[in-house]
């Protein structure tokens, strides 16, 4: 059977106010705060999910809470916007005047994958976009029972990504010929990527910018970008398919949720492969995902060391249903 990535897994982003970043997120997005656990590599920062009801792969939009964070300045080599899956034109109009409500500031503008799409970003100028599904071969999530935002025009995952890079050629050829990406087509500065069923929840856009300075990261802006693998066994496949291309990558960590490999494309975008499983219940029952602070085993020994070192998530306030 032919190695193919089946989509995006989560984007994993920057924040300095994760009491506000969670607000916004939960409440004014109507997402589900799935797993509110610590950054395995830095464990004084916050790494927050948020996702669909279950946490599925494929929804999920995460941070890290690294409160002295500079603030994000976009150029090439970076994740400069992330396309979030809603469904239909009338979802799309439900959100617009949402965010009329609230004092949002958006644009209604085409995707580059040929649909209506939303932009807007959140406080700290993390640049998002709501686009139509209703045509997806890729699954979307299921819509969180809690959320503020009805079923209907409730966010169901991920649905694209925008790279900017400074040439196409590099970019395109890890894409492509490591990873196995189809090259659907260009307009403009950009060109179309897809991987697994393709169209939304499994495209990538590459948005080729040379005159633009070095992207520097921080705030509003966004760590990795990660893609999806179905089994253990595949995802070490892919370790192995990635080294011999001769590209840098990590070996395979146990992240427990998941398992994980990174490695940065010529371009400078941090890329990780993520499996599919274990999944967020795997340490918390599924109607209490996210209410207390998840450890992995490994760090369940450091506990009280690691809560002593956290800033307190104060409650956010509610956004009233429209």
Same mark, same amino acid.
């Given at each position: 059977?032919?190695?193919?990535? $089946?989509?995006?897994?989560?984007?994993?982003?920057?924040?300095?106010?994760?009491?506000?970043?969670?607000?916004?997120?939960?409440?004014?997005?109507g997402l589900r705060l799935v797993k509110k656990t610590v950054n395995q590599d830095d464990v004084s920062a916050y790494h927050l999910f948020y996702a669909d009801?279950?946490?599925?792969?494929?929804?999920?939009?995460?941070?890290?809470?690294?409160?002295?964070?500079?603030?994000?300045?976009? +150029?090439?080599?970076?994740?400069?916007?992330?396309?979030?899956?809603?469904?239909?034109?009338?979802?799309?109009?439900?959100?617009?005047?949402?965010?009329?409500?609230?004092?949002?500031?958006?644009?209604?503008?085409?995707?580059?994958?040929?649909?209506?799409?939303?932009?807007?970003? *959140?406080?700290?100028?993390?640049?998002?976009?709501?686009?139509?599904?209703?045509?997806?071969?890729?699954?979307?999530?299921?819509?969180?029972?809690?959320?503020?935002?009805?079923?209907?025009?409730?966010?169901? +995952?991920? +649905?694209?990504?925008?790279?900017?890079?400074?040439?196409?050629? $590099?970019?395109?050829?890890?894409?492509v010929d490591v990873l196995g990406f189809r090259k659907t087509g260009e307009q403009g500065s950009m060109a179309l990527f897809e991987t697994g069923a393709g169209g939304i929840g499994a495209t990538v856009v590459v948005d080729v910018q040379p005159?633009?300075?070095?992207?520097?990261?921080?705030?509003?802006?966004?760590?990795?970008?990660?893609?999806?693998?179905?089994?253990?066994?595949?995802?070490?496949?892919?370790?192995?398919?990635?080294?011999?291309?001769?590209?840098?990558?990590?070996?395979?960590?146990?992240?427990?949720?998941?398992? $994980?490999?990174?490695?940065?494309?010529?371009?400078?975008?941090?890329?990780?492969?993520?499996?599919?499983?274990?999944?967020?219940?795997?340490?918390?029952?599924?109607?209490?995902? +996210?209410?207390?602070?998840?450890?992995?085993?490994?760090?369940?020994?450091?506990?009280?060391?690691?809560?002593?070192?956290?800033?307190?998530?104060? $409650?956010?306030?509610?956004?009233?249903? *429209?």
């Amino acid at each position: 059977m032919a190695l193919e990535l $089946s989509g995006l897994h989560h984007v994993t982003a920057i924040t300095a106010h994760a009491p506000e970043n969670l607000a916004f997120y939960t409440e004014t997005l109507g997402l589900r705060l799935v797993k509110k656990t610590v950054n395995q590599d830095d464990v004084s920062a916050y790494h927050l999910f948020y996702a669909d009801e279950l946490g599925s792969a494929g929804t999920e939009v995460t941070f890290f809470d690294w409160a002295m964070a500079a603030p994000n300045h976009p +150029g090439r080599g970076e994740v400069s916007a992330v396309a979030l899956r809603v469904s239909g034109s009338e979802a799309l109009n439900w959100w617009a005047t949402r965010f009329d409500g609230l004092d949002i500031p958006y644009r209604v503008m085409t995707h580059p994958t040929g649909g209506e799409m939303v932009a807007f970003t *959140d406080a700290e100028g993390q640049r998002l976009q709501l686009v139509d599904d209703s045509t997806a071969r890729v699954p979307g999530g299921r819509p969180w029972a809690g959320s503020s935002v009805p079923e209907e025009q409730a966010i169901r +995952g991920l +649905g694209a990504v925008t790279l900017t890079v400074g040439r196409l050629e $590099s970019t395109e050829h890890v894409l492509v010929d490591v990873l196995g990406f189809r090259k659907t087509g260009e307009q403009g500065s950009m060109a179309l990527f897809e991987t697994g069923a393709g169209g939304i929840g499994a495209t990538v856009v590459v948005d080729v910018q040379p005159a633009l300075p070095r992207a520097r990261q921080g705030r509003g802006g966004v760590h990795h970008i990660a893609f999806r693998t179905p089994t253990f066994e595949e995802h070490e496949e892919w370790q192995r398919r990635i080294a011999a291309a001769g590209i840098n990558v990590t070996p395979v960590i146990d992240r427990f949720y998941f398992h $994980s490999i990174y490695f940065r494309e010529p371009g400078g975008v941090l890329f990780e492969i993520a499996t599919d499983g274990p999944g967020f219940a795997t340490d918390e029952d599924p109607a209490h995902l +996210g209410e207390s602070l998840a450890l992995p085993p490994f760090l369940e020994p450091h506990r009280a060391q690691i809560e002593a070192g956290l800033r307190p998530l104060t $409650s956010p306030t509610t956004v009233a249903d *429209d």
